[in-house]
T-cell receptor
């Protein structure tokens, strides 16, 4: 399977702990996105990389959140000092770079479900 | 502010009947519009998109959607529903020339197809 993969699939942690999630995009895709989805809502954009450069961040990405994509391949999303409000599904997506301005669809991974106790 | 509305939390359809899942949007500029489907314990899967051109867009699994600029709508349709179409459907929008990262999603519509 050459789709987007995310690890772990589930994470249960105690409030105040740090957690890190990993996303492996489709290999030829140079754009990578992180979203957060809570129950009954659609995904909400967090941040976006083009290769290793983090080009955009949502105001939802507080200073407790940090994302990296060190070599333009996989990405990690770290949440420090977790809070119960951080409980959500964290989705990663990738897409090829558009050279003509035409919007390419994003391909989503299965997500990491975070539960903060 | 840019937004997407899916006015129905749930749509119930009998198998073999046509289905429509509604989506309206509010953006400043020309929109790119997308439909995704989410099955339990699986990621979002792309169904179709509207970029430009023909207002009727055909996508995966027999789904199609019609872009209506005057009504700012992009309703998802299928002529004959299958039980296996039961899932959560999301409409999303991006603005041409705008943010390259941010897809704005609706809150989703649960489609239930009964035999």
């Amino acid at each position: 399977d050459t789709g987007v993969s995310q690890n772990p699939r589930h994470k249960i942690t105690k409030r105040g702990q740090n957690v890190t999630f990993r996303c492996d995009p489709i290999s030829e895709h140079n754009r990578l996105y992180w979203y957060r989805q809570t129950l009954g809502q659609g995904p909400e954009f967090l941040t976006y990389f083009q290769n290793e450069a983090q080009l955009e961040k949502s105001r939802l990405l507080s200073d407790r959140f940090s994302a990296e994509r060190p070599k333009g391949s996989f990405s990690t999303l770290e949440i420090q000092r977790t809070e119960q409000g951080d409980s959500a599904m964290y989705l990663c997506a990738s897409s090829p770079m558009s050279g003509t301005g035409v919007a390419n669809e994003q391909f989503f991974g299965p997500g990491t479900r975070l539960t903060v106790l | 502010a840019q937004s997407v509305a899916q006015p129905e939390d749930q749509v119930n359809v009998a198998e073999g009947n046509p289905l429509t899942v509604k989506c309206t949007y509010s953006v400043s500029g020309n929109p790119y519009l997308f439909w995704y489907v989410q099955y339990p314990n699986r990621g979002l899967q792309f169904l179709l998109k509207y970029i430009t051109g023909d207002n009727l867009v055909k996508g995966s699994y027999g789904f199609e959607a019609e872009f209506n600029k005057s009504q700012t709508s992009f309703h998802l349709k299928k002529p004959s529903a299958l039980v296996s179409d039961s899932a959560l459907y999301f409409c999303a929008v991006r603005v041409y020339g705008g943010s390259q990262g941010n897809l704005i999603f609706g809150k989703g519509t649960k489609l239930s197809v009964k035999p």
